[in-house]
Each structure stands twice: as structure tokens, then as C-alpha cells.
């Protein structure tokens, strides 16, 4: 069974470490995350991909969105 896996460093924050069933899922989580972290800050754009890349310009930042196989034993 594959997974999708969501991971985020930030920081000083502890990481993110999130496993989804499809990429959709996991973008959205991203999403999600990156709307919450800057609610308080500068408006961004409502472009998802576009605040996504804006909060994680900074070499402080990383995200990846990975498909992981999984195995049963």
C-alpha cells in the first residue's frame, strides 16, 4: 500500500511528520499548515501554491511531499 508522506521543518518548531492517503491530502494539509502559521502575519496570496512557496522561500524552512511504499510483515 502506498502512503504519501508530508514532512515540515521549521526552525525552532518541532517537526511534521504526517502520512496521507493521496497527494491531494497532503497538499491540503500544507496548505492548512501554512494558513495557520501566517494568519497573524502579512496578508498572502489565496493561491495555495503561491502562499505555499512564499512561506517556505527561506532556507529556515522545508517541506516535502513524498509517496512512501508500505509492507505489511
Do not use: C, W
Request: charged letters at 25%; hydrophobic letters at 40%.
Amino acid at each position: 500500500m502506498k502512503r504519501i508522506l508530508l514532512f515540515i521543518r521549521e526552525a525552532g518548531q518541532q517537526d511534521v511528520v504526517d502520512f496521507h492517503p493521496d497527494e491531494a491530502s497532503a497538499r491540503r494539509a500544507l496548505a492548512t499548515y501554512v494558513r495557520k502559521r501566517t494568519k497573524a502575519a502579512t496578508p498572502h496570496s489565496e493561491n495555495d501554491d503561491d502562499a505555499i512557496a512564499a512561506y517556505f522561500a527561506t532556507p529556515s524552512t522545508v517541506d516535502t511531499i513524498v509517496g512512501v511504499a508500505g509492507g505489511g510483515r
